[in-house]
């Protein structure tokens, strides 16, 4: 069986410790009192912004798009005589159910099963060949968490004999229909509601409550807290189902990657492979694949909470993974072939040099969310950083413009657009504290000022771009429903630094450089909220932000009951329907999480509904795992 877990001889080669990689190549140095620290901008929007809600507080980072709209008094004020009124009448909508407000893992299995009951639940093999195919043609993270190949030889191993399977790899292959189900389930379009499609929808809606159950009760079953093979696997995947299963970000979302980050660390993977004598090649580098992943969901969860990552870079020493095909290594490798040049369009390709750019943009993250002072220097020395990242991205992964793309499929046009988009929201996060306007402010404020608005404006053209290409005949329309939740928390941070700017200019009676450009963006923004404000909480919350500063009659945007009626909060969607005074943005706004090119089904849970029959081993299998394509 396939996995990257900790191998019985592991003899570290030295005992101590990484040398802190913040130390090595980026020294953050504190202002001095030689600098002029007075100049530093520092405001009490720095701080953050804190939230009474229905549960208590509720913080977020400054760098959160939702606290920089609360450091706009209009706005704020606006906010706060509808919050009563909204509440009452969100509680009246409110579904009596609480499965889907948290992670159930966090508090135990509701219902224990034997391991005999959960190789009853499963179904028969052709559903199960479908969603497993489904899936690894579907999820852009499986390449970085399973080795395709080594899972087929698995996966024909438990066929032949349930029983000898282990009980968490049998929790990662429910995780891993889960995950399928849910995929097809959320690209059904909007179209005609029938009976037949919404009796469907129900089914695999049932689909996938089953599956998320049972992987549960794996985990538990398995003792999960443990660690061992496929524990970390099964967890990264299952908190993928439950960002998808769920409307609103949930806290308990970061406690699970906290356990996930912890139990990475329990064995082991923040440390680099060659530590340790006894380890094959290919757990090696599986671990390096699965660290590198869960470095990225750390930062990706914690940036969406706006709160500080968990995991430090000089904490940990593991290499990168190499950029190599699934066929290139397996269990019997005993020296690892060369890394595939960068010219070559592998399936890790697009996870390498994400991580690559990722990591600078922690060092981003952190620097922004650090309560001592800093000298513009250090703006300036990551922003270096950051541009060499960008540089970097191999030619094939590179974006250009639309144009340049008319022959890359979808999948690769929204990977070249993720990697562009990340970028520029990170020089908003490192320079925002200097977009305080003042023609007295030195002319590196200046700089990161105009740095600022420029990343700002250039997100919003890629909103309207992306929301053109969504629509039927658009390059991206077949994709149209992943594509919000891919980027909307970067659009919600665009639209309010542009807010921020230009009330405050007002606010200050200043002539404001580039006024003019930032309200004909807002106003096509605007409208591109107003369209979602039906379906978002979030996109209705930015509509009427943009209402404030833009001046423009409330009538526009549907009414909130549109929103907050039982059914829509009930639906599937990747919309966050935040509570008044909750400051959260999408939870499946991860670029871990990119989904792409799902296969076409006629009738979908149709076709999957062989469920409740218990399984029987049959015949070989009659998909194929794709290694090198459509992962």
Known sequence: MQHSGQEPVLTPESSSPPR???????????ATPSEDVADIPSTTSDCGSMQATTAGGSYVDASHWAAILDGIAEIRDHFEKEEEASLAHYRAFEPHSTDLKCPQLLYGCPKLATKEEILAAMPARQVVDRLVSRYFNSFEMSPAVLHSVQFLKEYEEFWENPTATPIIWLGLLFTIMCLAAQFQMSRSGPG???????????????????????????????????????????????????????????????????????????????????????MS????????????????????????????????????????????QDADFDKTTTEMPPSRPETEFTPMLYRLVKARIMKVIGFIWDFAGDVRPHSHNEVTRMETMLQAARESIPECVRWHSMAHCITDSPRVVLQKL??????????????????????????QHARSRQTCLGAALKLLDYQHMIHGETLPFGRLYQDRWKVSSLVN???????????????????????????????????RSHDIWIQSSSSSKEAQKAAKALNVILKRPNSTLRPDSDIESGALL??????????????????????????TTPMSWENPARELMGFFPAASPATATSWQMMDGEGL
């Open 20 to 30: 802190p990689i913040h130390y090595l190549s980026l020294p953050v140095t504190t």
């Open 192 to 278: 005609l509601q029938t009976p037949e499609t919404m009796s469907m929808e129900q089914e695999l809606q049932s689909m996938i409550e089953a599956f998320r159950q049972k992987t549960i009760q794996c985990l538990v079953l398995g003792n999960y807290a443990q660690g061992g093979p496929y524990v970390l696997e099964t967890l990264m995947l299952h908190i993928a189902a439950e960002l998808f299963i769920r409307n609103d970000a949930e806290i308990g979302l970061w406690i699970l990657l906290g356990t996930i980050v912890q139990l990475a660390m329990h064995m082991g993977y923040h440390r680099d492979p060659r530590h340790f004598k006894g």
């Open 281 to 324: 090649p290919f757990t090696g580098e599986m671990r390096k694949r699965v660290w590198a992943t869960i470095v990225e969901l750390d930062l990706g969860i914690s940036a969406q909470m706006g709160l500080p990552r968990l995991i430090k870079q000089w904490h940990t020493d593991t290499s990168e993974p190499s950029n190599l």
């Open 418 to 443: 993720v990697l562009e988009i990340i970028y520029h929201r990170a020089r908003i996060v490192l320079h925002r504290k200097y977009l305080q306007y003042s023609p007295t402010k030195t002319q």
């Open 489 to 523: 928390h970067d659009f919600l941070l665009a639209t309010s630094i542009l807010c921020f700017y230009l009330q405050q200019t007002r606010a200050d009676d200043t002539q404001a450089p580039m006024a003019k450009t930032i309200e004909e963006s807002l106003k």
């Open 570 to 595: 009930e639906s599937l969607s990747f919309s966050v329907y935040n509570r008044p005074g909750d400051y959260v943005q999408d939870n499946t706004h991860l670029p871990v999480f990119d989904v």
